[in-house]
C-alpha cells in the first residue's frame, strides 16, 4: 500500500499492522507519545478502565504510575524495540524520532531506540509544576494491622510523613532520536531533505534552540529562557477527555527544529487525540497519524476540523501572527 492511502488521515488501527504498510525511507520525522506500560497502560489498555473515577482514587486499584512492578520496564523494552525497528524502517536517512516517556521508565525506552538502529542524539527536559504529588501515606495500612490501638498510635506518630516512593514529578523527558545519515549530514540534507536542525527557531525571549521547555510560568530566568507559548483554553477541546494531551506549541516546536521539506512527512503512531497531526497541519506539513482507540481517533478528526474551519475563517493566520509577536517581543517583567 501507498503512502498516498494515509497521508494527511488519522487511521484508527494496530500500530503494528499498520506500520509494515508504510513506504520504506519515506517519513521524514516521527514524533509521538506512546504507552508506557504503567498500571496497564500498555498496548491492550482499557479506555473506559483506564478513565474510570474508581480507579484512580480507590486504593485496591492505584492510579497509574503508582504500582511498582518490575517486569513493565522489561515488557515496555521488548515491545517498544519492535515498534522502534518499524519507525526505523520508515524513517528517510537522517530522520528524526522524538518519544515522550515517563521519567521511571526512560532508560527502558532509550535503549530500545538505540538498539533498533538509532542514534540518541540527546533528551528533551519537558518542565512544569502542576502536577500531583503521586506518594501515599500508610495510614490505611496501619489501621489494619492487627495490633492494638496504642501501638498503631506510635507506628502513626513515628513514621507521620513518610510515604511510598514517589515523589512529585515535574518533568517529562523525550528523547530525541536519529536514524544514521547517508555519508554526510550535508549530503543527507541536499539528497533526502532532513537530517539537520533549524537553530532559526528560537524559544524564550528569542533564545537559541534548547533541549529544556516549558509552557507554565516558573519564574524570570527560566521563563526568560525556555518558555513557549501557553495552550489556549479552546486547544484541548472542552470535548476531550484523553488523560495525556501534550501542548500543541510543544509538538510544533519539534517539528520546526527537524522538518525542512515543504513536503515533509509527520508520523505519530500512537496520535492519541491528535496534538502531533494538528501541529504539522498548522505548519503546512503532512502528517500520518495511528491509534488503536476509536474515540481518541474521532477527538482527534473533529479537531483536525476545526483547525481547518479557522484557516478557512482566517482565525489561525492571526493566532499565527499572535505566537510570532509572543516569539520576538516576550519579555519577562
Known amino acids: 500500500m501507498k503512502n498516498k492511502d494515509f ?15 508504510i513506504e520504506s525511507n519515506s517519513i521524514d520525522v516521527a514524533l509521538t507519545d506512546p504507552p508506557y506500560f504503567l498500571d496497564k ?17 480507590a486504593i485496591k486499584s492505584l492510579p497509574a504510575g503508582m504500582k511498582f512492578d518490575r517486569e ?7 515491545w517498544y524495540f519492535e515498534v522502534s525497528k518499524e519507525i526505523f524502517r520508515v524513517l528517510k536517512p537522517g530522520g528524526f524520532f522524538f518519544s515522550f516517556s515517563s521519567p521511571r521508565l526512560y532508560h527502558r525506552m532509550a535503549s530500545a531506540i538505540d538498539d533498533a538502529g538509532f542514534e540518541i542524539r540527546d533528551a528533551f527536559m519537558w518542565l ?17 494491622m492487627n495490633i492494638d490501638r496504642k501501638t498503631k498510635e506510635k507506628i502513626r506518630e513515628k513514621l507521620n510523613g513518610w510515604k511510598t516512593p514517589q515523589i512529585k514529578s515535574c ?4 528523547a530525541m532520536a536519529q536514524k544514521p545519515a547517508d555519508q554526510t549530514y550535508l549530503n543527507n540534507m541536499l539528497k533526502h531533505e532532513v537530517g539537520l536542525l533549524n ?27 525556555f518558555l513557549l507559548p501557553k495552550p489556549t483554553k479552546k486547544e484541548k477541546g472542552e470535548y476531550n477527555n484523553h488523560k495525556t494531551v501534550k501542548p500543541l506549541a510543544i509538538c510544533e516546536y519539534l517539528i520546526k527544529l527537524s522538518a525542512f521539506s515543504k513536503n515533509a512527512v509527520i508520523l505519530d503512531p500512537f496520535v492519541g487525540s491528535g496534538t502531533t497531526a494538528l ?9 500520518i497519524g495511528v491509534d488503536s482507540n476509536e474515540k481518541y481517533v474521532k477527538i482527534a478528526e473533529r479537531r483536525l476540523k476545526e483547525i481547518d ?25
Open 279 to 287: 501541529a504539522a497541519k498548522r505548519l503546512g506539513k503532512n502528517y
Open 128 to 144: 512544569y509544576t502542576q502536577n500531583q504529588a503521586k506518594a501515599m501515606g500508610v495510614d490505611h495500612f496501619i489501621k489494619k
Open 72 to 78: 513493565q520496564g522489561k515488557r515496555f523494552y521488548s
Open 7 to 21: 497521508i494527511n488521515k488519522i487511521i484508527c488501527a494496530d500500530t503494528m499492522k499498520l506500520l509494515p504498510e
Open 199 to 225: 537553530t532559526n527557531i528560537k524559544i524564550g525571549n528569542n533564545m537559541y534552540p534548547a533541549n529544556v521547555f516549558t509552557v507554565d510560568s516558573i519564574n524570570e530566568l527560566i521563563d526568560k529562557t
Open 171 to 174: 518533568f517529562e523527558p523525550i
Open 309 to 333: 474551519e479557522e484557516i478557512k475563517s482566517g482565525l489561525f493566520a492571526a493566532k499565527e501572527k499572535k505566537e510570532k509577536k509572543f516569539q520576538l517581543e516576550f519579555q519577562v517583567v
Open 41 to 57: 497502560l500498555d498496548n491492550n489498555w482499557d479506555h473506559e478502565k483506564v478513565a474510570s473515577q474508581n480507579n484512580q482514587y
